[in-house]
């Protein structure tokens, strides 16, 4: 059996292939892993900011912001070994050939849910905890700014609400298609519909943020679903702001909403994110694939690609 092998952040810009820690547990061979463009090409970066080094430590990471540092939480891989071998599960992993768990640090994949799509299950738990800071409600009016792999699973979910009119707005007209596949609306910023009830913001760019503020109706929510990192927002809070009295709402996956506690784990949203994701269209959001051992000379143009959506590593 050969040494496990990890992609790792060495310098800004610059990835290498290097040997990894195995850990404990029942082994697990990597099939894909999903790229999370946002934060993954801050980490390439190295704009994580100093103070939140901690907080921002993927499971199972190595290593240290800025560098080295092995990052990833997208994993799809079989069991190796065991009594249940062969069986698909997901786990919030870097990117690895191989790594060893213990039986609560995976879960298994719904059978209906291929195991290339399972790639966006940490996706779409980002999205269904939006959703629930959202506060959405039947039949309201909803706008996503930012139609990248996040906030077309929001625009997705909000469509499943009887009577919500969900409108996805990006800067790129040939996110219109997919939008339209997902049960949304599309429209470009300038044309955003005002009046809206909800308003949720997943464009990590101030300018985003600022035409969420602009299109919410008096007394609407606004879900900030960006991570900045060391980048400064200025938002034009002296408008209309305080006058329609908008409610401004933080959303982070590294917490279930206070409301959902008592009842909600992180291994039950885990299950129900990939439960959500058994739906033929979703597989739009996969925009490209690579294999492993080339992924030092892609994965910095692949971060850096306006128009990757989830970009799909492939273990042979």
Request: charged residues 20%; contains cysteine.
């Amino acid at each position: 059996m050969t040494d496990p092998r990890a992609l790792w952040v060495v310098a800004p810009d610059r990835a290498e292939i290097r040997p990894a820690t195995a850990g404990d547990g029942v082994r697990l061979r990597s099939l894909y892993s999903g790229i999370s463009r946002g934060t993954e090409r801050l980490v390439l970066r190295g704009a994580v900011p100093v103070a939140e080094h901690t907080r921002m430590r993927a499971p199972h990471q190595e290593g240290a912001f800025p560098y080295p540092v092995k990052y990833g939480y997208c994993t799809v891989a079989e069991i190796a070994e065991g009594p249940q071998a062969g069986r698909a599960v997901f786990a919030l992993f870097p990117h690895q050939t191989w790594f060893r768990l213990p039986d609560d640090g995976f879960v298994r994949l719904p059978d209906a849910l291929p195991p290339a799509r399972a790639v966006l299950a940490a996706n779409m738990e980002t999205a269904l905890n939006i959703v629930w800071d959202s506060g959405l409600s039947a039949g309201d009016r909803v706008c996503i700014m930012g139609a990248g792999v996040l906030g077309a699973l929001v625009g997705y979910l909000c469509a499943r609400f009887p009577g919500c009119d969900v409108t996805l707005c990006d800067i790129d007209p040939a996110r219109a298609d997919l939008a339209q596949a997902l049960g949304c609306r599309f429209t470009a910023p300038a044309d955003m519909p005002k009046g809206q009830d909800v308003v949720i913001n997943t464009s990590a760019s101030a300018a985003g943020l600022a035409h969420a503020l602009d299109a919410a109706g008096p007394g609407a929510t606004v879900v900030e679903a960006s991570w900045h990192g060391t980048q400064a927002v200025s938002l034009p809070l002296g408008g209309a702001f305080h006058s329609q009295r908008l409610q401004l709402v933080s959303s982070q996956v590294g917490a279930v909403p206070p409301a959902r506690l008592p009842r909600w784990t992180f291994r039950r949203r885990l299950q129900k994110a990939l439960a959500l994701l058994c739906d033929d269209r979703l597989d739009m959001l996969i925009s490209g694939e690579s294999a492993f051992d080339d992924l030092p000379a892609d994965y910095p143009l692949i971060l850096n690609a306006p128009g990757t959506l989830c970009h799909r590593i492939r273990y042979d």
